[in-house]
């Protein structure tokens, strides 16, 4: 079942890479009694994603924060390790935006934006599309329709919405 506006997000673990290995990070915590943003894409190191969506985070992050938002965070079906080191070339890193693993794709899977296209290596991975969470509750969504494309689901976007 896709999640929509309106809903809590269900629970899960994700993993980070942090200085002395993996670190674990429940939604529940990441949520509870804040607005936060979470940002979905297919992967680490692909085009649309480093070319338009983590960059329109990494541009706005700053402004984004200023506007009452705790936290940023990317969510991707992609190792620990990847997800780290796409961070640090990227400038996720300086910008403070978290970088959450959905290594299996089963949180993916559970709320409703998973997808496949096995001759390009694509297995579970994520739709492209970001969203606002006060407290656990989702209160803006916006899920891009190509997934070449980062028309709605980037920084500039939640800027207008906050």
């Known amino acids: 079942m896709k999640i ?13 890479m ?16 804040k607005k936060i943003v979470i940002f979905g894409l ?5 085009n649309t994603c480093s070319t ?15 506007n009452g938002v705790d936290a940023i965070y990317c969510l991707a079906v992609n190792d620990v390790h990847v997800m780290k080191s796409w961070a640090k070339d990227m400038g996720a890193d300086v910008a403070q935006i978290g970088m959450l693993s959905d290594s ?20 579970g991975r994520s739709q492209r599309y970001s969203m606002i969470i006060e407290n656990g509750v989702i209160t803006s969504l916006n899920e891009e329709i190509e997934r070449t494309t980062c028309d709605i689901s980037g920084g500039e976007t939640i800027l207008d919405q906050l």
Do not use: C, W
Request: no cysteine.
């Open 42 to 46: 297919p992967g680490a190191y692909t």
């Open 52 to 66: 338009a969506h983590m960059p329109s985070f990494v541009r706005n992050a700053e402004t984004i924060r200023a």
């Open 18 to 33: 942090g200085d002395d290995g993996p670190v674990a990070h429940d939604i529940k915590d990441l949520t509870a009694g």
């Open 104 to 123: 299996d794709g089963s949180y993916t899977k559970e709320i409703g934006f998973d997808f496949t296209v096995p001759a390009v290596g694509f297995i």
């Open 4 to 16: 929509s506006v309106g809903d809590t997000l269900p629970n899960a673990t994700f993993q980070s």
